[in-house]
């Protein structure tokens, strides 16, 4: 018997289908080793050693594959086809060795594309070696990622309070939002106007032209610049006579395009159904580990980590037949299209995206799949399907028409697009790039256009002269998948990072999302400022472009990885020693320079923005604090004016939202002072001076500048008492809490839907809410009903289920509650996946089990190890560990992981 050792339980399940008997299927669970998240376990000095950790949970899966490879004849390691299952490999092995189970045990490695009984016999049959040069391209960027981000974050928290952490790749992902925020912020809009004629044949068919020139002037998008040149234009063309002096009909062929790479499937995904890179990437990994088919677990897609966008040559041949019986053959080409990649260092050479069978038609598959999952699999298949189908046959008219009016001429052109033969059209459809400038007002979309027919040097009788005023648009701000692109064609991170890599840009506050564009938020522009600034290398688009192709050529065995370390520490550590002796007033007059439009936005009025609103003769500035940056006065302390950073308020406005207080007026019971004030969590409303004062924070959507006396008097008079319970006869309450809007009846609370109905609520409404709420889940807090039951817990004892608790998604088993990962669909939660979560809960809390084991809780075990730690050391470093506890805190987040 052989153990092999795969990733996931979804995939060793799948694959144990159909090995049989002689195998011994084991999943590792991802990584079992990483480096430790504390200072030295990447040494420079010591020719760039490192140090690997085993964390709890892998600990006992490798305890484990060791035991069952005891009794084995071999160890097969069949993880990812990538760098990433390369290094699972190599991780496991080396772990093994160290356990002395190996011995003289054959070690092969396979790989398989497509997890299909046939893909994986044919693997099995075809082993390797461990691919020594694509595991040596791992630990270069492992520790790059490192490096740069346990050197370079400890740098941003002493010169820039706040900010939370640098990353090789995710800092210049994040410029790239910040710079398009930049020219946002530069840009200013330019008024064009756009004429045009509605024209109508001598059969009746009406069509639209737009001006191209104007006596002799040939005009551009931006050649009519005001109203009054736009209607002398207008007159002329009122009083003109229209001929059609060319008429062109030119036949195009437009080629499909190739299959799909992770990177344009998440942009297709994100174009076409809404999903974010990684949702993307979730299902896509289900479609590919396996799904119940006929009774059958089946692999519907292959690996979808990838750029490469060559199929194989059998499912080229299965692509063809599929066209022949699906769509005829007039849709199938002569000869077979081959691709090559065209992104800049491409990866590892790799299938693209595809199913792993054309016989799977989308619609037979739908019964078996979830929506989005169903969804998702027909974008792959039909994608993959039109890159082998017949070019689609257009043929594209372009009209000349000249205008005459007593011997001022004008020309116009109308332009159309018919398609003779849809050919690969018939099956896939591109998505427009949403980064790309769309047809302004006015403008045709020849695509899409089509033309009446139109004789050389027949007369046109004029319906209408259209004159449409216009402004030149910024450029759009990044969604997520054109981001990715951006990203690819810069040569940036690689297809399997860039999910996680936007992930945690938002993860860290430095990006939001507003209707799917990403914005970079205040922290973030101060992070990339200071870089640009003051690590500009280290953030250039060329640097970083050039060390992934370093990166790569180390997979190739073209380089040594320790030699690259060595060349990129050698200066960089440097960098930041200099960097180091930076004064803090250095590094606010960079930012207050670079993020003048930020810090410093245009005031109505016309006045300095750099002066001070409350005292007038000082100068506003960025300041540095404990939770971050902020704006203040010059004057300080004689001005204690502050602004939150990043607030787009006018002069006034601003003021009045700043810590001098705004008056709104008095209350009438009380007759004290109601204002409006900032503090360090934001706006808030106050009645009276003094600690005595009563405050309440604005409630989320309520604007500053909105805010009138009659509703900040219902805040700061908050809870409200809604009348006396029926049958208690105690009051019921309606207030704003921590959690949102509630109700409070006798030591119970009900959510309330909005902040509108702690004001509005009546007596019956509040009634009727709290009764449900009481039969749902009685005085406490209820339990979310279960989404799904996927089993009974081995150990723990009890059904296993999914629940949409209060924070968030979480698994269920007796009394033990596993949070999801973030973003981890709910539907697609696996019983292994389950399991797994809630063995890792049961072991951090010290739950019993079903066996009556009790896992150590955490603290004990470490009071146990810190003791004779203390003692060991001399009493002059006693308080080093609290220090370093500090500094793995924060550098947790540092290193950006590929």
């Known amino acids: 018997m052989d153990v092999v050792i795969v990733e996931s ?75 990433e299952g390369e290094a699972i490999s190599w991780h496991v092995l080396e772990v093994l060795r160290q356990k002395r189970v190996i011995g003289q045990k054959p070690v092969r490695r396979v790989v398989f594309n497509a997890i299909t009984k046939q893909a994986v016999l ?44 640098a990353g090789r790749v995710q800092s210049v992902a994040l410029r790239l939002v910040c710079d398009r925020e930049s020219e946002i912020e530069r840009f200013r809009a330019v008024e064009y106007w756009r004429l045009g004629a509605r024209l109508q044949t001598p059969r009746t068919d009406d069509f639209s032209a737009r001006l191209t020139s104007f006596e002799g002037e040939k005009l551009d998008k931006l050649a009519i610049g005001n109203g009054e ?19 062109e009909a030119k036949p195009t062929r437009r080629n499909p395009g190739p299959p799909f790479t992770t990177s344009t499937l998440q942009q297709a995904a994100s174009a076409k159904l809404g999903f974010s890179a990684s949702r993307t990437m979730q ?58 990649t065209k992104a800049k260092n491409a990866q590892e050479a790799h299938e693209a995206i595809r199913p792993t069978s054309f016989d799977r038609h989308p619609k037979d598959m739908e019964k078996f799949l979830d929506r989005d999952q169903a969804r998702l699999y027909e974008l792959v298949w039909k994608r993959a399907i039109a890159s082998q189908m017949a070019s689609a046959e257009i043929e594209r008219t372009t009209v000349d028409i000249l205008a005459d009016n007593a011997g001022r001429r004008a020309t116009l052109r109308a332009t159309g697009s018919v398609i003779r033969f849809d050919g690969f059209i018939g099956a896939y459809v591109d998505h427009r790039d949403d980064a790309a400038p769309q047809p302004q007002a006015g403008e045709e979309d020849d695509e899409s256009n089509q033309l009446p027919e139109i004789r050389e040097g027949e007369s046109l009788k004029r319906l209408g002269i259209d004159a449409s005023q216009h402004f030149t648009e910024p450029p759009p701000r990044y969604s997520e998948a054109s981001l990715i692109k951006k990203m690819e064609e810069l040569g940036i991170g690689r297809p399997s990072t860039y999910a996680a890599t936007l992930q945690t840009l938002e993860d860290r506050d430095y990006i939001i999302q507003e209707k799917r564009k990403l914005l970079p938020d ?52 440097a960098h930041v020693d200099q960097t180091k002796e930076l004064r803090v007033t250095d590094v606010l007059d960079a930012l207050n320079e670079d993020l003048a439009p930020l810090v410093f936005p245009e005031r109505e009025d016309g006045s300095d923005p750099r002066s001070c609103p409350r005292c007038g ?30 607030s787009n308020l006018s002069a006034d406005a601003s003021t009045e939202a700043s810590n001098d207080p705004q008056e709104l007026g008095t209350d009438p019971v009380t007759g004290e002072a109601i204002t409006l004030r900032n503090g360090r969590f934001g706006p808030y409303v106050q009645r009276g001076d003094g600690k005595e004062a009563k405050r309440s924070s604005l409630p989320k959507g309520w604007e500053p500048a909105q805010l009138d006396f009659d509703r900040a008097l219902k805040l700061i008079n ?10 208690s006869g105690k009051p019921i309450l309606a207030g704003l809490g921590r959690y949102g809007p509630f109700l409070q009846h006798d030591g119970a609370y009900a959510n309330l839907e909005t902040i509108e109905d702690v004001f509005s609520v009546g007596l019956n409404r509040a009634v009727s809410v709290l009764a449900e709420k009481k039969e749902r889940g009685g005085r406490g807090r209820s339990t979310p009903a279960a989404i799904a039951t996927l089993g ?37 939660v696996t019983l292994e996946e389950a399991i797994q979560l809630l063995n890792e809960r049961a072991e951090k809390t010290g739950v019993k089990t079903g066996k009556g084991a009790k896992a150590p809780a955490r603290k004990t075990t470490a009071a146990k190890t810190a003791k004779p730690a203390a003692k060991a050391k001399a009493p002059a470093k006693k308080k080093a560990p609290a220090k370093a506890t500090r500094k793995t805190k924060g550098a947790s987040d540092a290193p950006d992981k590929e």
């Open 9 to 83: 339980p979804a995939k060793a399940k799948t694959i144990n289908k159909y090995l049989g008997s002689n195998y011994k299927v084991l999943a590792s669970f991802g990584h079992v080793r990483d480096l430790p998240p504390k200072d030295g376990s990447v040494r420079p000095d010591d020719d760039f050693s490192m140090d690997w950790e085993v964390d709890k949970p892998s600990q006992k899966r490798l305890s484990d594959i060791a035991q069952a490879l005891k009794g084995a004849d071999g160890l097969i390691l069949a993880t990812d086809p990538d760098r």
């Open 122 to 165: 044919d693997a099995m049959a075809n082993p390797r070696d461990i691919d020594v040069p694509l595991v040596d391209a791992y630990l270069a960027r492992r520790a790059l990622d490192y490096l740069v981000g346990f050197t370079l974050s400890p740098v941003l928290w002493r010169k820039l309070p706040g900010a939370r952490s």
């Open 229 to 247: 040149r736009a209607g002398q234009i207008r007159d002329m063309l009122e009083g003109a006579s229209f001929r059609a002096t060319g008429v």
């Open 283 to 340: 299902v896509a990994q289900r479609l590919y580990e396996g799904l119940d088919i006929d009774g059958e677990t089946v692999g519907l897609i292959t690996y979808m980590r990838t750029d490469g966008v060559q199929m194989a040559p059998e499912a080229i041949q299965g692509a063809r037949k599929a066209i022949a019986s699906t769509f005829g053959d007039k849709y199938l080409p002569e000869k077979p299209r081959f691709y090559s």
């Open 522 to 573: 205040s922290k973030g522009r101060l992070v990339t400022a200071f870089l640009g600034n003051f690590f500009d290398r280290y953030v250039e688009y060329d640097f970083t472009a050039e060390l992934e192709e370093k990166l790569d050529r180390i997979s190739a065995g073209e380089l040594s990885w320790k030699d690259v370390l060595r060349d990129f520490w050698r200066d960089f550590s």
């Open 617 to 646: 003769n000082g100068k506003l500035s960025l300041k540095l604090g404990r939770y971050g940056a902020f704006v203040g006065c010059s004057n300080y302390p004689e001005c204690g004016f502050t602004r939150q950073l990043g």
């Open 718 to 727: 908050l809870p409200r008492e809604v009348g006396a319970h029926p049958e």
């Open 792 to 828: 009974e817990h081995p150990t723990i004892g009890g059904s296993i289920t999914v629940r949409d608790g209060r924070f968030g998604p979480y698994v269920n088993a007796g009394k033990v509650n596993a949070t999801l990962p973030k973003g981890k669909d709910p539907a697609s």
